[in-house]
């Protein structure tokens, strides 16, 4: 009987969670809208006080959420398959794509309006008029173009390079600026170095202001606080300016508007992308093509219904377009696409060429120049020094990519050149900014066969031809295709190359080779440790996180034998003001301490995050540490203090000689336990923006996309760490174990 019922009450706990199990998401339906989220069978993921969060209560009020301090969490927990969606920025979720972020995707439709991104200010500024000096430099700024180049470098085109910005020599004033050092590209790490959008916004908003500046690191969740508290001036962190935190800050006219949108999982990818076998499956794609570029048009002659297109101006671009989902197709010539595709696992050139394909270098009409440069193409044709250049310039070995050297003297003249540093291999910058490429290389043997040197400058693609027809360049190429319509406005040499127009598509046939443990494990410890140099950024977190438990252990612990010596004196009140300090921060969670001291005790004092980091872990090692003393010298029996004072000592040599090393035998291996507790315990410094080693890895994380590693390598420093400690505690323990003491007392023969 008693079987049966345990056997019954079984099924009924089985069926139980089958059913709790089917109610739960909905797992085998592809999410296609945002309104299929508005369900409670849904679980979505917003961050912590962010334009996501706002967006999902009014749009998806139905829909379970979970809340999140970084968006990397998020995408992760997306691509896990523990959210259903999550609600973001777009172009920060095109950019985690872009960046290495798999099995997601983004919905194409928005959620709601978009929102007006600005800079918030702080109400204890100390800085007069600044919200009036924010929107005067952001008109003055817009008005120049400065903010429309900043958004198309670090945005658009993710090419963004941190210009040099001329610090003030004599600045008239302190501006403190609070970001976040995680969000790409506004405002992230490459290595040590923090850059991006907003970081240049900074740097030229402090020129314009004639300010020092300060940058200071958030999370989102703690950025606004430290407004509120006075501890910066303003915030610039790609801050949405909700109506929430229009609540507790001012905020600055709109610096760009944001678009939110919703990351889902994207388990049934392959089979939409799988479906093109010839060109005319491409009916209807969306196709990405250089701008100033024929490739439109030629596309269109062979695809009727080729109509998506999206215009980008670089190679670059339109891969990264690629990764991220947002094109089906990129429309390339062969050379650039061939070499894409190398650089690119999981890109793949299209088998079904679209159309056939010459280069040709453009001129001025009735250019002298296309005569002379025919008959030195044709020559070089004939003695095989083209074929040469294609097999230097089209092979693997780097080493000998290298131009031929102008030693000729060049009496006849100069040859104005321009070209588009983007296209390699025929025009492109190596590391340094040097030109290399196939037609460069030819157009200086051409020039050395003329006599005449070569004077470079790059630009975009699309002004080439413009540059010949304003009388700015004399010869222009750059993968140049010789058409019908380009041959209206200028004159081509002979081509020099034989190509074809293709297609650059996602692999997912086999491009992305699965790869074995070990290798995964090699991938992820270049991308963790040696791309940018990301092993300086650990160790300096490593030093922080030492740093600060060193120095609360040793302060708690003077502070803790403080507080135990007060408790053990005869005044009730002293003793009842000891009990209730212990009480209240053993009470209090470390996290909510740290931020009362930082954003309130502190809030409008200027000091150092780490000083307020060490404050506050020492009174809370002392809390715990004041009890360890005082329950071990509780231990100690009362006959030795008799004893002791018998034969002459004083309270003050029975407590040091007699009882203190008896009680420390007892209270030091637990309180060697608390202190490595509290130096794991110091993870949580990023809360107060301290750059410690558990903030690094997330700023690490938030780069590389990968959950697992990072942590991990997290894991074992604190593990090393705390073990390290472990020793060099167990060597005080032994030094004070009463073993190794003198046996023999003053006074007393043995």
Known sequence: MVLQKRTAFLALVLSGILCLGGCGRKEDEKITSIE?????????GVPEGGAGMYMAEKYLPEAERKTFSGNSSGYLAISQGKLDGFVYDRVMMEF????????????EENLGESMDVAVGISPKSQIADLKDKVNQFLAEARA???????????????????????????????????????????????????????VELIYRFGAWLNAEVEIKIYDY???????????????????????????HVEFSDCVYPSVTAVMVRSEQKDSRENKYETLSDFAGARFASLSGGVYDKLLQEVIADAEDFSYYNSVPDIVAALKADRVDAGVLDEPLAQLAAAKNEG???????????KYGYAFPKGSPLRDQFNELIAKFKEDGTIASLKEKWLGADESIKVLTEQDWPGDKGTIRYYYDGAHEPMTYLGSSGEPLGLEIDLLLLIARELDRKVEMTTCEFASLITALETGKADVVSGSLSITEERAKRVDFADTHYDSAMVLLVRD???????????????????????????????????GVTILISVFSGFFGLCLGFGICMLRRISCKSVQWIGAVFVRVIQGTPIVVFLMILYYGIFGSVDISEILVAVI????????????????GIETVDKGQREAALAMGYTKRQTFFKIVLPQAARNFIPVLKGEFISMVKMTSVVGYIAVQDLTKVSDIIRSRTMEAFF???MTAVIYFAVANVMTAALSFAERRVAPKRNKRSLKGVCV
């Open 508 to 542: 997912l046939d086999g491009a992305v080779q699965e790869k074995g443990f070990w290798a995964n494990l090699e991938d992820s410890f270049q991308s963790t440790f040696v791309v940018e140099g990301r092993w300086r950024l650990i160790l300096r977190g490593l």
């Open 36 to 44: 299929q989220l508005n369900d409670p069978a849904y679980t979505i």
């Open 144 to 198: 120049g173009g400065t903010l429309d180049d900043m958004y198309d470098r670090w945005v658009s085109r993710a090419e963004g390079t941190m210009p040099e910005i001329q610090a003030p020599q004599m600045p008239d004033c302190k501006l403190k600026v609070g970001t976040t050092g995680m969000v790409q590209p506004f405002s992230y790490y490459e290595g040590t170095t923090l850059t991006g959008y907003d």
């Open 221 to 247: 969740d703690g950025i606004i606080a430290a407004a509120q508290a006075g501890d910066i001036d303003c915030i610039m962190a790609n801050l949405n300016a909700t109506e929430e935190r229009r609540r």
């Open 616 to 631: 506050g872990f020492s009174i809370n090692f002392a809390a715990y540490s004041s009890e360890m003393m005082r329950t």
């Open 347 to 357: 890109l793949k050139i299209f088998e079904e060429p679209v159309v056939g394909d």
């Open 96 to 107: 985690a794509i872009a960046s290495g972020l798999e099995n997601v995707e983004i919905l």
């Open 710 to 712: 990072p942590l991990i």
